[in-house]
């Protein structure tokens, strides 16, 4: 009983050391860069305790991701969480998840240094994060089918759509504002969004 009570606050305590240090190692040096060493000289614990929780770099590394995005995405969320109606939220939360993802120092470092690494997730299979992101996106779909606001459609098509939608906005928004206001830029996806998703006129 003892040794349970001692070892689960412990457990907890590096599972969030373990990825400020992996944070911290892709900040400096980029994820091609980085190495379980390297994480675990950071975090200052035995490389056999880090390989324990994750084999390989790809999977701290995806960890990290899902933790460091999950959070931006609940805090965008959360800043839309009094709109009037889901439509509201959900246009307005999307546009502020833009904004938070691509100004996320991990997220620029990643396309700015190692961009290459998020080709699978798009032209392969959809991560982690995205199925977040679409998670938010269907409970949204449904509470404005719910309450009039969104046009009825099929819930999986509509979210798939709108996901990749805002995602080519989070992965091309920094070369497509090199000549285009990106504040003209987000507000004509939030006018995209909201046209997309207003019932039609009977």
């Not at 999307?94 to 699978?120: F, N, S, W």
């Not at 449904?142 to 805002?166: E, K, N, W």
Request: hydrophobic letters at 45%; proline letters at 4%.
């Amino acid at each position: 009983m003892t040794a349970k009570r001692h070892t689960s606050p412990v457990t907890r305590v590096e599972d969030r050391v373990l990825l400020d240090a992996a944070r911290d190692c892709v900040l400096e040096q980029g994820v091609r860069r980085t190495t379980l060493t390297d994480v675990a000289r950071r975090a200052q614990v035995s490389r056999m305790t880090l390989y324990r929780r994750h084999p390989d770099v790809r999977s701290l590394l995806a960890a990290l991701m899902t933790r460091e995005f999950g959070e931006l995405l609940t805090r965008a969320a959360a800043s839309v969480a009094d709109g009037p109606t889901a439509r509201d939220r959900l246009v307005r939360g999307a546009v502020a998840g833009v904004r938070a993802i691509t100004a996320d120092p991990v997220m620029r470092t990643v396309l700015d240094r190692d961009g290459a690494l998020v080709l699978p997730y798009v032209v392969e299979r959809l991560g982690s994060t995205q199925k977040i992101a679409e998670a938010y996106l269907v409970g949204q779909l449904t509470a404005g089918h719910a309450d009039g606001s969104i046009r009825r459609a099929d819930t999986a098509a509509q979210a798939r759509a709108l996901l990749l939608t805002v995602q080519s906005f989070v992965l091309s928004l920094v070369p497509a504002t090199a000549d285009v206001d990106a504040e003209a830029l987000l507000a004509e996806l939030t006018h995209l969004l909201d046209a997309a998703l207003r019932p039609e006129e009977p």
